[in-house]
C-alpha cells in the first residue's frame, strides 16, 4: 500500500508540475503589449512606419517561409482574434487571410504581380490605408512618422522616373516581381524565376550567366523580405 501511495503521489506531482509549466507558458505567450497582426514581413515594416510606441507588430508567416508553401495554423487564427486590428495584401499572395479571420485587405483589387509594396506608389496607398483603419480603431497613428514615410515613397517615386528616363539596360532580378517597376518606369527585367517557381531551372540559369556576361551586368536584384 506505501508503494501504491507513493507511485500515486508522484503521479500527482507531475501532474501539477505540467500544469504550472503549462499555466506558465501560456502566460509568457501572451503578449505583454496590444497586437496589430499581418499576413507579411513587408506590412510588417509599413505597419512599423506610422504605429506609435506600444504595439507588438507580428506576422502570420514567418520569415524566409516561402509564401506558396505556406498553411496558416490555429495559433495564427488566435493571435488574430487577440488583434487590435490585422491587415494582409488580399491578393493571390495572401487570399487566405480573409479566411483566417484577417479584417483588412490592402489590395483586393490589384490584379497580376501580387509584390505591391515594392511600387512607391502603392505602398504610399498602403501607408494610408493602414492609418485610416488604425485610426478607425481608436489608434493613435504617429503623423510625424507617417509623414516621413510618404515623403520618402515620393522621394523613390521621383529617382525612379529619373531612372526610368536614362536607363535602358536590363535589370537582372531573382524572380518576376518586379513587373509593377516595369509597367510605371519603364524599366527591362530579365528574372530568373517565373510565377511561384521555387527554383529557377537549369537552362534558364545558364541563359541569364550568358546574358549577364554579354551586358557586363554586376548585380542581381531580388527582395527577400518574404
Not at 482574434?81 to 480573409?98: I, P, R, T
Request: with cysteine; glycine share 8%; charged share 25%.
Amino acid at each position: 500500500r506505501v508503494g501504491v501511495k507513493r507511485i500515486a503521489f508522484v503521479i500527482i506531482g507531475m501532474i501539477s508540475v505540467g500544469i504550472i509549466i503549462s499555466f506558465l507558458v501560456s502566460k509568457e505567450d501572451e503578449p505583454s503589449k496590444p497586437v496589430i497582426v499581418v499576413s507579411i514581413e513587408p506590412l510588417a515594416k509599413l505597419v512599423r512606419m506610422v504605429v506609435p510606441a506600444g504595439y507588438e507588430v507580428k506576422t502570420v508567416v514567418p520569415v524566409g517561409q516561402h509564401l506558396h508553401d505556406f498553411e496558416p495554423a490555429l495559433k495564427d487564427r488566435l493571435l488574430i482574434e487577440k488583434s487590435v486590428a490585422s491587415f494582409y495584401v488580399g491578393n493571390d499572395l495572401d487570399g487566405w487571410g480573409g479566411d483566417l479571420g484577417m479584417k483588412t485587405a490592402l489590395f483586393s483589387s490589384q490584379k497580376g504581380d501580387p509584390h505591391v509594396w515594392i511600387h512607391p506608389l502603392y505602398a504610399k496607398e498602403i501607408l494610408l490605408r493602414i492609418s485610416e483603419v488604425l485610426k478607425g480603431e481608436g489608434i493613435k497613428v504617429d503623423e510625424r512618422q507617417l509623414s516621413q514615410a510618404l515623403a520618402l515613397c515620393d522621394r523613390i517615386h521621383e529617382e525612379l522616373k529619373g531612372l526610368g528616363a536614362t536607363t535602358h539596360h536590363e535589370i537582372f532580378v531573382v524572380h518576376d516581381g518586379f513587373s509593377h517597376l516595369a509597367h510605371t518606369y519603364g524599366f527591362s527585367f530579365v528574372s530568373l524565376m517565373k510565377g511561384d517557381e521555387e527554383e529557377p531551372s537549369l537552362e534558364r540559369m545558364k541563359k541569364m550567366v550568358e546574358m549577364i556576361r554579354e551586358k557586363k551586368g554586376a548585380y542581381i536584384l531580388g527582395d527577400h523580405s518574404v
